[in-house]
């Protein structure tokens, strides 16, 4: 059913959490791996049309900063293939731009594709229940994406749930599914 399973990465190990999954739905329909980086700067304006006011920035990035970027990138993802010992076939990809559209576009570009990552970010505010990333691939991006729900770190934890992760079984007092210490995280397809 998919030929490209897609792992946007963005060098943090919370984002390395999906790649097990990945390699598993890679496995289970024969498909191609691709992990992608993409460099956050901002896309350029591509409205052709005249309008009153000032032109919107385009962003001039110098080419030594985003050549250093591109290295660094392709370094990261050479070290996750070697650390998660991917087949070395697996193909890696950096892009420059908006990462939710620059991954959208990736997805769009390759056949039968399938994007398997986190749904939650926890480095950007206190435990979003979707990433920016994720919640525009869902809503706008008309492509397939294997959601993974990590458990949340300690630190974004409420009293009430620090409290239903010690007990021996997990209660459901709260929407949603409980999180028993140690277990693997859900995953859900959206």
Known sequence: MFDTVIVPLDGSPHAEFAIPFAIDEARRHGATLLLIHVIPRPEPCTVTNRRSGPLPWQGEWPFEDLDTARRDARAYLQNVVTRFALDPKSAVRVE???????????????????????????????????????SYLMIAGAVPVLGIRQPAPAACLTRTDAIELQEPHPRFTRPGPAVAPGSLPTASSA
């Open 96 to 134: 420059v731009g908006d990462p939710a559209v620059r991954v959208a576009a990736a997805a769009r570009g390759q056949p039968g594709p399938l994007v398997v990552m986190l749904t939650g970010d926890c480095t950007r505010e206190a435990c979003p229940p979707l990433s920016l990333v994720a």
